[in-house]
Nanobody, 120 residues
Framework: QVQLVESGGGLVQAGGSLRLSCTAS????????MGWFRQAPGKERDIVAD????????YYVDSVKGRFTISRDNAKNTVYLQMNTLKPEDTAVYSC?????????????WGQGTQVTVSS
């Protein structure tokens, strides 16, 4: 099975930046769609961004377009989320997920999550 471990979360002021990392083991990382999701307290978990196995195809939720960048390094089995110009509404637990089906509907492997807190 696939194991995912996130890192890079923390507390930043509005306008600041963070880079989240997710390192995978136990699977064929380079063949998986990879995504970042977030869940704020009392809210549903929503997709933030995802990326195809090649890194060519990316998706971003409208609220983060132009501010966040997803990338992957298959040689390192790692996916990144660069978050710039952070806003308080970005505060959430961010989780990495893997979809071995490449359908973007088959996310089934999840990391433990990393907290991102953006203060005013």
């Amino acid at each position: 099975q696939v194991q995912l471990v996130e890192s890079g979360g923390g507390l930043v002021q509005a306008g600041g930046s963070l880079r989240l990392s997710c390192t995978a083991s136990g699977g064929t990382f380079s063949s998986y769609y990879m995504g970042w999701f977030r869940q704020a307290p009392g809210k549903e978990r929503d997709i933030v961004a995802d990326i195809s196995w090649s890194g060519v195809v990316t998706y971003y939720v409208d609220s983060v377009k132009g501010r966040f960048t997803i990338s992957r390094d298959n040689a390192k089995n790692t996916v990144y989320l660069q978050m710039n110009t952070l806003k308080p509404e970005d505060t959430a637990v961010y989780s990495c997920a893997a979809d071995p089906t490449a359908s973007r509907r088959g996310y089934r492997y999840w990391g433990q999550g990393t907290q991102v807190t953006v203060s005013s």
